[in-house]
């Protein structure tokens, strides 16, 4: 039956050489913007700060669980992280009202708006790749996203305790 079976051209493995190269690419430079100091001067955060204060731009307060489980870390790592972010004043952290054993784990007013001030530049940059895409290529480019955040995802929890 005509069409019914996909024919491999010469030019599929160059293309998948490609994007696997592309995806490796991508997947460094994550790692790496995760440690990587800002070249900002003065106060911002580095991408992983970022991504454990996020939580916090929409709620009051939260446990340091949440966020560590939120971010993608261990709490030990979370922890670490707000020791920093406190020592400059950007949250704060006092017992949970509701749980006494609980550490709860605010935005100071100065946290606020630094995060408010980076999360707009970070949003306006977003902006700038997405209205830089062909118009054609603007929907494809969330199902590709969508796609690489459930292979990051499986990756990160390794293959199931049966792989055969």
């Given at each position: 039956m005509a069409g019914s079976s996909r024919r491999h051209t010469p030019a599929e493995p160059q293309d998948a050489q490609a994007f696997l190269a592309a995806l490796d690419s991508y997947a460094a430079a994550v790692r790496r913007a995760?440690?990587?100091r800002p070249r900002a001067t003065g106060d911002w955060l580095t991408l992983s700060q970022y991504g454990l204060l996020e939580p916090l731009a929409r709620q009051p307060e939260a446990r340091i669980r949440?966020?560590?489980?939120?971010?993608?870390i261990t709490a030990s790592t979370a922890t670490r992280i707000l020791d920093a972010l406190e020592r400059r004043g950007i949250v704060r952290r006092t017992r949970s009202a509701a749980d006494r054993r609980a550490v709860a784990v605010?935005?100071?007013?100065?946290?606020?708006?630094?995060?408010?001030t980076q999360h707009a530049w970070v949003r306006e940059r977003e902006r700038a790749l997405y209205e830089g895409l062909p118009p054609r290529e603007r929907a494809i480019a969330a199902r590709v996203l969508g796609g690489l955040t459930e292979l990051?995802?499986?990756?990160?929890?390794?293959?199931?305790?049966n792989p055969a």
């Amino acid at each position: 039956m005509a069409g019914s079976s996909r024919r491999h051209t010469p030019a599929e493995p160059q293309d998948a050489q490609a994007f696997l190269a592309a995806l490796d690419s991508y997947a460094a430079a994550v790692r790496r913007a995760r440690g990587a100091r800002p070249r900002a001067t003065g106060d911002w955060l580095t991408l992983s700060q970022y991504g454990l204060l996020e939580p916090l731009a929409r709620q009051p307060e939260a446990r340091i669980r949440e966020l560590a489980d939120a971010a993608g870390i261990t709490a030990s790592t979370a922890t670490r992280i707000l020791d920093a972010l406190e020592r400059r004043g950007i949250v704060r952290r006092t017992r949970s009202a509701a749980d006494r054993r609980a550490v709860a784990v605010t935005l100071t007013p100065q946290g606020r708006r630094l995060f408010e001030t980076q999360h707009a530049w970070v949003r306006e940059r977003e902006r700038a790749l997405y209205e830089g895409l062909p118009p054609r290529e603007r929907a494809i480019a969330a199902r590709v996203l969508g796609g690489l955040t459930e292979l990051i995802d499986e990756l990160a929890a390794g293959p199931p305790d049966n792989p055969a």
